[in-house]
């Protein structure tokens, strides 16, 4: 059962993918292509509907040239 805790964390993480996605003017399109995901993917990520594994926090964050605490940072 999700908790509204859950929820929230997912919807804060993807709000956090988003701002950094869009600061380096990258579609979601790009970026998927980037990290070799697919779009709808990163679109449910970034609207917190999808709760990512490490792996894909790695490769999005390899692909954004991020470090990985930067997408957790005041979460």
Same mark, same amino acid.
């Given at each position: 059962m999700k908790s509204e805790l859950y929820d929230a964390a997912l919807k804060k993480f993807g709000q956090k993918l988003r701002d950094i996605r869009k600061g380096k003017k990258l579609s979601q399109e790009e970026l998927a292509h980037l990290c070799q995901l697919d779009r709808?993917?990163? #679109? #449910?990520? /970034? =609207? #917190? /509907? =999808? !709760?990512? @594994?490490?792996? !894909?926090?790695? =490769?999005?964050?390899? @692909?954004?040239?991020? @470090?990985?605490s930067m997408l957790f940072e005041n979460l």
């Open positions: 709808t993917y990163i #679109g #449910g990520v /970034e =609207r #917190g /509907e =999808r !709760n990512i @594994s490490l792996v !894909n926090i790695l =490769r999005i964050c390899k @692909s954004l040239d991020i @470090s990985p």
